[in-house]
Every structure is written in structure tokens, then in C-alpha cells.
């Protein structure tokens, strides 16, 4: 079953705008995941926050949870061309390493 | 580093017929996981191996489907027999176990899977 739902199943922005995609779920969790998929191709890990962080960066994304809400937000800042992509959130409990995925948005980012 | 192999990219078969999926993952990572992608939705997990040994399959729809990961390594997922509902991208991945327990996992490109 999907942990998580994503919102909003699809975005569509201008280049150089930010582009900002949610995330929540209903377990508790170790971690939660953003991984990206282009289109045809295997899904890329992007960046992982820890359930006893808030808020973390990497490049020109940034990440948020909110554990009590049971929710994250992705940010991507000053989008290109090449972030046209789907995006996933995806969440881990336990020891196995298993993932739970969400159901995606699908972003693009026009030139 | 090479990264996760996986043959066939695609693979067209008729209903009721039986098709098998193989994966190569990463050198030294001793994780291995089997996923379905039902076009629009997220990756489902079907199986996880920790070397030659099932850790999960609770959603593998074992009537029908089957996997094996002979010597750690390599991995097969089979379907038999096939139906129109398994049309699907079908991803392996696989991570490294050591003492840091948030290693991420590396996926193939995936097999893209029609049943007609």
C-alpha cells in the first residue's frame, strides 16, 4: 500500500521560478526520502531527512518535515529545463530499509 | 562505479504467457530489491533480499510471481502466468548494509512490461 500522498499530482512552472511539492504520510518513520524520475529511466535519490531534523539543503533544494503533521515539503529554487522530472517522497520505517512511496507529482519546467 | 544492471529495457508478451526480469546490482550490495510501477503511481515493493535470503515478500503475489537471488548476487523475477494488470515498469534496486542504517537505494532504468 502507499504510505504517502503527494500534492500536487502535477506542477508546471516557468524557468527560474521555485517550484515547491508536499508530502504526508501516516506511519511513524526513521527517515524520509526525495527521489527523481525522468521520464523512461530508474528513479535518482536526491536528498534524505532523518525524523529528528526539521529542515535540511542540499544545491538548490530544500527540504522540511513536520512529524507532528506527518508532513515534508520539497523545494526546488530557481527551477531549469532539466528538473522536468517526477518527483517522489518516500518514506522508511523500520530496520529492513524498506521504502513506502508516494503517488509522485510530475513536474515541468518550461524554457 | 557501475550501477545497477538490468535487461530487458522492454518486453512485450501475450496474456497467460511467462516472462522473466533479471537484475545485477551493485557490486558489494548486499540489499536487493524488486519493484512494481504502474504507470502514474509510485514504485511497490514485491521483494527485498538481504544476500541469498528473503527478507519481504508480503506483497509479492506469490500465485503468480517468483524471484530468486542464487549466490547473492544476480536476481530473476518471473511472472507466470502473465496478466493484463502486471503491464508495468518493473525496477531493481540495491543497497549497501553497514553500520549507517539510512544508506540510500540505487535503482536500475527498469523494465518496461506491456501485456497484451
Known amino acids: 500500500s502507499q504510505q504517502g500522498e503527494e500534492d500536487p499530482q502535477a506542477l508546471s512552472i516557468q524557468e527560474g521560478e521555485n517550484a515547491t511539492m508536499n508530502c504526508s504520510y501516516k506511519?511513524?518513520?526513521?527517515?524520509l526520502q526525495w527521489y527523481r524520475q525522468n521520464s523512461g529511466r530508474g528513479l535518482v535519490h536526491l536528498i534524505l531527512?532523518?525524523?529528528?531534523?526539521r529542515e535540511k539543503h542540499s544545491g538548490r533544494l530544500r527540504v522540511t518535515l513536520d512529524t507532528s503533521k506527518k508532513s515534508s515539503s520539497l523545494l526546488i529554487t530557481a527551477s531549469r529545463a532539466a528538473d522536468t522530472a517526477s518527483y517522489f517522497c518516500?518514506?522508511?520505517?523500520?530496520?529492513?530499509?524498506?521504502?513506502?512511496f508516494g503517488q509522485g507529482t510530475t513536474l515541468q519546467v518550461k524554457p | 562505479e557501475a550501477g545497477v544492471a538490468q535487461s530487458p529495457r522492454y518486453k512485450i508478451i501475450e496474456k497467460r504467457q511467462s516472462v522473466a526480469f533479471w537484475c545485477n546490482p551493485i557490486?558489494?550490495?548486499?540489499?536487493l530489491y524488486w519493484y512494481q510501477q504502474i504507470l502514474g503511481q509510485g514504485p511497490k515493493l514485491l521483494i527485498q533480499?538481504?544476500?541469498?535470503?528473503?527478507?519481504?515478500d508480503s506483497q509479492l503475489p506469490k500465485d503468480r510471481f517468483s524471484a530468486e537471488r542464487l549466490k547473492g548476487v544476480d536476481s530473476t523475477l518471473k511472472i507466470q502466468p502473465a496478466k493484463l494488470e502486471d503491464s508495468a515498469v518493473y525496477l531493481c534496486?540495491?543497497?549497501?548494509?553497514?553500520?549507517?542504517?539510512?544508506?540510500?537505494?540505487?535503482f536500475g532504468p527498469g523494465t518496461r512490461l506491456t501485456v497484451l
Open positions: 518516500a518514506t522508511r520505517s523500520g530496520n529492513t530499509g524498506k521504502l513506502i
Open positions: 506511519t511513524s518513520i526513521n527517515n
Open positions: 531527512i532523518r525524523s529528528n531534523e
Open positions: 557490486s558489494g550490495h548486499a540489499t
Open positions: 533480499f538481504q544476500n541469498n535470503g528473503v527478507v519481504d
Open positions: 534496486a540495491s543497497r549497501s548494509v553497514g553500520t549507517d542504517s539510512y544508506n540510500e537505494q540505487f
